[in-house]
């Protein structure tokens, strides 16, 4: 039989590193990770720009549902963009390859938009807030391009 002091002194040291563990992971720790395509995969333009306009890329091109529902105010409406994801990707081929859009290779308002949704996304938050604060934000710098 173990004695009530060195049961004690066991438990502290099982259960002590679990509880720093977990505090060290942060409340939000499954939102943490964002779904990214490889860079590897996008163009060699994109592959030499800034990390913040590389991850946008990588970003839009994982998750064209939600890109697709954040307006940008870029002005790029003019251009035809219907969404932030049009920004990054002008269509598909017939193959299924994407037809990278250069756009946001010089729109810091485009990437803005984009890393601004990934943060929302880390932090759990729903599409619907993320399109609102989107919208707050930016409609300062022109109109949506979309609805």
């Given amino acids: 039989m173990v004695p009530v002091k060195n049961l004690r002194f066991l438990l502290v040291l099982v259960f002590l590193p679990s509880l720093a563990i977990a505090g060290c992971s942060g409340a939000n720790a499954s939102n943490e990770r964002l779904e990214l395509s490889s860079l590897t995969d996008l163009p060699a333009e994109v592959r030499s720009a800034p990390v913040t306009v590389q991850q946008a890329y990588q970003f ?31 269509g598909v081929n017939e193959d299924g390859s994407l037809q990278i859009d250069d756009h946001a ?43």
């Fill in 60 to 90: 839009a091109v994982a998750n064209p549902e939600l890109l697709a529902q954040i307006p940008c105010y870029c002005g790029c409406g003019a251009m035809g963009h219907t969404s932030n994801y049009a920004c990054y990707v002008a």
């Fill in 105 to 147: 290779l010089g729109c810091s308002i485009c990437v803005d938009i984009t890393q601004d949704t990934m943060r929302s996304m880390k932090e759990g938050k729903p599409v619907s807030e993320i399109r609102a604060s989107i919208d707050r934000t930016y409609a300062q710098y022109g109109p949506s391009n979309m609805p």
